[in-house]
């Protein structure tokens, strides 16, 4: 299974006709934030497959168009904040021959989101303390419990748009991690937290981190993953 993650900027390429020729075998998209919606609407039209997203910090809750119309989503794609799903683990092209067999077969794939970054202005959008993040994740945690159950794990990704404490992040109140999150890792242990929010300007930084069962990966401003059922799934 292969996933595009996307944030923060506008990558000409993708938004362009180009996308169909790189990108036709992706299976999934994933938004970290901090990205318009005609940009995922366009992604998720042309390659026609599921866009899950957070929000990030400069993300409205509202986006206005031309024509006048006030909209809360970007249509067609899928808002994963403080959510969790699970959706199967199968290629784009047993689902374009309508395998169902196949599709109901494959093993699930465990999502779940944690949109925003750290509070450092009175910007009433999409900024928490570690106390309301904390508050966040607990919303989540009864979904993850019964994914344990059920599958005998909590979560295989966690799509965020800040960075955790100490990995990725900056010094400065805006870009500074959360260790709510973790703490999350600590305890939920996803095979991959993605995140967007610390933008990359040289080619030698540190951009994917392992942090005990998780690795953490900078996803700015798009990154292919390839994504490995564990032998357990």
């Not at 419990?145 to 960075?163: C, F, K, S």
């Not at 990725?168 to 929010?197: I, N, Q, Y």
């Not at 080619?203 to 390839?226: A, F, L």
Request: proline share 6%; hydrophobic share 35%; with cysteine.
């Amino acid at each position: 299974m292969k996933i595009l993650a996307i944030s923060d900027e506008v990558v000409d390429f993708i938004y362009s006709p180009q996308i169909k020729d790189k990108y036709a075998d992706v299976d999934l998209v994933l938004g970290c934030g901090d990205l318009p919606f005609y940009y995922m609407e366009y992604i998720v039209t042309i390659l026609d497959v599921p866009l899950y997203y957070v929000p990030g910090n400069h993300d409205r809750r509202e986006q206005y168009l031309s024509d006048g119309r006030v909209i809360y989503r970007a249509e067609g794609c899928e808002r994963l904040d403080r959510r969790a799903v699970e959706l199967p683990a199968v290629s784009l092209a047993s689902r374009r021959r309508r395998d169902h067999q196949a599709v109901q077969a494959a093993p699930r794939l465990l999502l779940a989101g944690l949109g925003g970054s750290r509070r450092y202005n009175r910007d009433i959008g999409h900024q928490y303390t570690e106390a309301e993040m904390l508050s966040r994740v607990i919303s989540l945690a009864p979904h993850l419990a019964a994914n344990r159950l059920r599958y005998g794990r909590y979560l295989d990704i966690l799509v965020t748009h800040a960075p955790p404490r100490g990995i990725h992040d900056s010094d400065d109140l805006a870009h500074t991690g959360f260790e709510t999150l973790c703490r999350f890792m600590d305890v939920f242990k996803p095979r991959l937290l993605l995140h967007g929010h610390s933008h990359v300007y040289r080619g030698d930084t540190v951009t994917s981190t392992r942090y005990k069962h998780t690795q953490v990966i900078n996803v700015y401003p798009y990154r292919v993953i390839e994504w490995e059922p564990e032998p357990h799934d």
